[in-house]
């Protein structure tokens, strides 16, 4: 081979065969994609909802692809319920390299009408949650000295948006965290990054999407001049979750379109036609 013609990437560096991913919230949406994108680059799957039967269809839909997929019970906000999952996996599989922390929910109200009851849901099923799942599993990474730790955050984790206080309070922790878990855990050989996706529509957000002006607002918002579609994110879930990402930790990497790039415009016309700022 000519010494001096570069190889090019060594797409082994994606793959995820032999290794075992648990994804949160996995019964629809973000998470069900996310873990259809792991496996589908080689990955067995540790699924997780708050009721199996939920998962059923998923299921057989991985194992069609010739990758094992192994439902558990998982209410993210009780902490039995953590520790039963992380026995009930640890006893299954005997190491656990890929964790996505992805089960999540919102409120969106104006900040005068969050009750005490709203700021604890979306608080402890967002933040709290991230640390323990990941407390819990990174136990058996520490001993198997590797684990990458995906934890879902959002354009919120940088961003403040009216009407998403507790949301972007919750975020903006995740981001936080994962710097804090990528310091403390990165001599143990885990990652710790935070995927922060922009605007998807799922079951989530459903409501805003039947909206045509705010579709058009939040279109004129970004750059790129469209809505995620969740295939958008496939690369980052599996870049973040392979050996590719090996010397990457604590950062938050935001899949956006650039809606991130700038809350609004110096012009009302092209930006490139002038400015005034
Ligand atoms: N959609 C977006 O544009 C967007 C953008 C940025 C970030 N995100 C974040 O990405 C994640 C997925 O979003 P999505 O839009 O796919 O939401 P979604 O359709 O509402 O799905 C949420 C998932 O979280 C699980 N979940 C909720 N509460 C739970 C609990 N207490 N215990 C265990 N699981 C729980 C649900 O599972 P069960 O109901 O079956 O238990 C479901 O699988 C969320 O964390 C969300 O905040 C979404």
């Known amino acids: 081979m000519n010494p001096h013609v570069h190889p090019g990437p060594d797409t082994a560096l994606f793959d995820l065969s032999g290794q075992v991913a648990l994804v949160t919230g ?3 949406g973000l998470g069900q994609h996310f873990a259809r994108a792991l496996a589908l680059a080689g990955a067995d799957l540790i699924l997780t909802s708050r009721r199996t039967d939920n998962l059923a269809p998923f299921v057989a839909e991985i194992e069609s692809l010739g990758r094992r997929a192994h439902p558990v019970a998982l209410d993210v906000r009780d902490q039995a319920s953590i520790l039963s999952m992380a026995e009930q996996v640890h006893a299954a599989f005997p190491q656990i390299h890929i964790l996505v922390n992805n089960a999540g929910c919102n409120v969106r109200k104006p ?19 991230t640390f ?7 136990r058996g990474m520490v001993q198997h000295r590797y684990g990458r730790i995906i934890n879902i955050g959002s354009v919120t984790s940088v ?19 994962t710097m804090s878990l990528a310091d403390d855990w990165g001599p143990h050989g885990i990652t710790v990054n935070c995927l922060a996706p922009g605007w998807f529509r799922t079951a989530q957000n459903q409501v805003l999407y039947e909206n ?17 579609d969740v295939h958008d994110l496939d690369g980052a879930i599996v870049f973040l979750a ?11 990497l ?24």
Not at 242 to 252: C, D, H, L
Request: charged share 20%; proline share 4%.
């Open 26 to 28: 996995a019964s629809r």
């Open 111 to 129: 900040a005068l009408d969050v009750t005490w009851d709203d700021w604890n849901l979306v608080l402890d099923t967002n933040l709290r949650s």
């Open 132 to 138: 323990f799942v990941a407390q819990a599993i990174a």
């Open 159 to 177: 961003f403040g948006y009216a009407g998403l206080a507790p949301y972007g309070a919750s975020r903006g922790g995740v981001r936080q965290l």
């Open 212 to 228: 045509q002006a705010w579709v058009d607002y939040l279109v004129d918002r970004i750059p790129v001049k469209r809505p995620g």
């Open 242 to 252: 392979s050996e590719s990402s090996r010397y990457i930790t604590g950062q938050t």
């Open 254 to 277: 935001l899949v956006d379109g650039g809606i991130s790039t700038g809350a609004m415009r110096a012009t009302v016309s092209h930006p490139s036609k002038g400015s005034n700022s």
